[in-house]
């Protein structure tokens, strides 16, 4: 069964600073990996999807790599600012047989201090 | 992207009556919906994926007469919590692919379910 696991659990830091996410999962069987951004209370946006034939995405501030061989996924933030303040999400899109949900980790959730 | 859009965004309701949530997709069709909970401080987990003109495919421990899926368009999947208790208060949420093998998936707006 698919477990994912994302470090830290929560991040605060100073406007400015540059900072990766990192998630984790145990198998490596993926169609492809998901990073979302969650307002609180609200519903998820989509920032980036890799697939698994790729190594990396790139939109804007954010850049996601994939080694899916090690079962891992770093999101980068480069120059944070406050309005970049909301829990992240990864989550996997695996090739379980039948089953075509989302596998989600339990999210950083992320400050960034004026 | 592909557009999926939920309603109601919040309710409140009281203990003992039932709960209607819609999840459409506003400019595909959908042949299978995935509805999920999250409670606060908790990601998100799977309850049931919903396939239209069939019956819903329920994660282990998520009572399926209690939480009923219909999905009789491809369009539209309904979740309905049935004699509400305190304890269902909670985050649902519904996504969708565009095509039946898409990469991507699309999530609705959420429901914030209250049970006093």
């Known amino acids: 069964k698919q477990e994912v696991t994302q470090i830290p659990a929560a991040l605060s830091v100073p406007e400015g600073e540059n900072l990766v996410l990192n998630c984790s999962f145990t198998d490596s069987a993926i169609y492809n990996l998901q990073w979302f951004r969650q307002d609180p209370g609200k519903g998820l946006t989509s920032l980036l999807l890799?697939?698994?034939?790729?190594r990396e995405q790139t939109s804007g501030r954010l850049n996601a790599s994939l080694d899916k061989s090690s079962g891992r996924s770093t999101l980068y933030i480069a120059a944070s600012q406050p309005g970049d303040s909301a829990t992240y999400l990864c989550a996997v899109y695996s090739r379980d047989t039948g089953r075509r949900a989302l596998t989600f980790g339990s999210g950083t959730r992320l400050q960034v201090q004026p | 992207g592909a557009v999926v859009s939920q309603h109601p965004s919040r309710v409140i309701c009281k203990s003992g009556t039932s709960v209607k949530i819609e999840c459409r997709s506003l400019?595909?069709?959908?042949?299978?919906m995935f509805w999920y909970r999250q409670f606060p401080k908790q990601s998100l987990m799977l309850m049931a994926t919903?396939?239209?003109?069939?019956?819903?495919?329920?994660e282990q421990g998520v009572e399926k007469d209690k939480f009923l899926i219909n999905h009789a368009s491809l369009t539209l999947s309904t979740l309905t919590v049935t004699s509400a208790h305190p304890e269902d208060s909670s985050f649902y949420i519904c996504?969708?692919?565009?095509?039946?093998?898409?990469?991507?998936?699309?999530f609705g707006q959420g429901t914030r379910l209250t049970v006093v």
């Open positions: 919903s396939n239209e003109g069939s019956k819903a495919t329920y």
């Open positions: 890799i697939q698994s034939s790729q």
């Open positions: 996504s969708a692919r565009d095509t039946p093998g898409g990469a991507e998936a699309f």
């Open positions: 400019d595909f069709q959908a042949t299978t």
